[in-house]
């Protein structure tokens, strides 16, 4: 079998995965109940991890209009999700048609995609749900997309995964442990987070290998485009037209959460995991670093 730089065999990892599956996969058509109603007097995420948190604007909004406001954060992310999931399951897919079908490696990356393919309906059931709209990647970045789905291979192409999983990974489970939030965003982010746990162990068991065998003509590439993903991915949480639903304007709003302390401390948490773990195999450095302060995930 084949052995990973940590020395844990690949063919094992994707056994160990694939069982896991079986048992701890969940179809959100089942277990989530779409028709109950929302609580009206719950936030969709705890209001500190609100962009507009501890800012003028958030000051003068009314506790419905806060609530509100979290909803459309919260259905923003969920598009964010669902923009990066298609490229996602598009780059898996790319790897499959190059892999032996008849290993575990390439069965679990399969697997992957199926789970993917529910978290997708999931999110797009989610935002259906809270009445709010699909909010899309603007015309840059959808055509940055259309260019890492169908390019993306290596180094840059499992860091891209890690980096959209691991911030999402860190608002949801803080969300699902809060009985305070709305039932529907708690029970949406349990299932995702549990079956991500998995994803998170294949990207990252696939990233070092993939470092290990990129020469440095490569990892310099690398660098830069996993910089501008984290760019991308910070960009489209809170989409501007989000803060349009509460009465503020999307420049006064985008511009706010952007000078906002809680806001940019949030986002350094929500990253601090996958940056120590890129760090440390060396994908930080040189000029994609500027990109990766440009987009607030890393103190200067």
């Known amino acids: 079998m084949e ?38 007097d719950a936030y969709w995420l705890p209001p500190h991890r609100s962009s507009l948190y501890g800012t003028p604007l958030w000051a003068g909004l009314s506790e419905a209009q806060r609530i509100e406001l979290t909803k459309h954060e919260v259905a923003s992310a969920a598009s964010a999700g669902l923009w990066f999931e298609t490229i996602l399951m598009q780059m898996l897919i790319r790897h499959y048609y190059d892999a032996d079908p008849t290993s575990r490696h390439a069965q ?19 935002i259906e749900a809270t009445g709010c709209p699909v909010y899309r990647a603007d015309r840059f970045d959808h055509l940055l997309g259309r260019w890492l789905k169908a390019t993306a291979t290596g180094p840059q192409m499992y860091a891209a995964i890690l980096i959209a999983e691991e911030v999402l990974d860190a608002f949801q489970r803080e969300i699902m442990a809060d009985e305070s939030l709305q039932p529907l965003i708690r029970m949406v982010s349990r299932i995702h987070v549990v ?18 065998a990129a020469g440095p003509l490569a990892l ?14 910070t960009r489209r949480l809170v989409h501007p037209r989000a803060y349009a639903a509460v009465g503020i304007a999307p420049s006064v709003g985008r511009a706010a959460a952007r000078a906002n302390p809680h806001w940019q401390a949030t986002l350094r948490w929500s990253a601090h995991r996958v940056a120590d773990h890129l760090a440390g195999l060396g994908l930080l450095s040189g000029p994609g670093r500027l990109l990766w302060l440009r987009s607030g995930l890393i103190r200067g």
């Open 108 to 126: 679990y990356a399969l697997t992957e995609v199926a789970d993917e393919c529910r978290h997708s309906i999931m999110f797009g059931r989610l």
């Open 3 to 40: 052995g990973t730089p940590a020395g844990f065999p690949r063919e094992a990892l994707a056994t160990r995965l694939l069982t896991a599956s079986v048992h701890t996969s969940y179809d959100p058509a089942v277990e989530i109940d779409w028709a109950a109603p929302h609580r009206p």
């Open 220 to 233: 310099s590439y690398a660098r830069l485009v996993i910089g501008r993903a984290a760019c991308a991915i």
């Open 195 to 212: 079956e991500e746990a998995r994803h998170v162990r294949f990207a990252r068991d696939e990233l070092a290998r993939q470092v290990e």
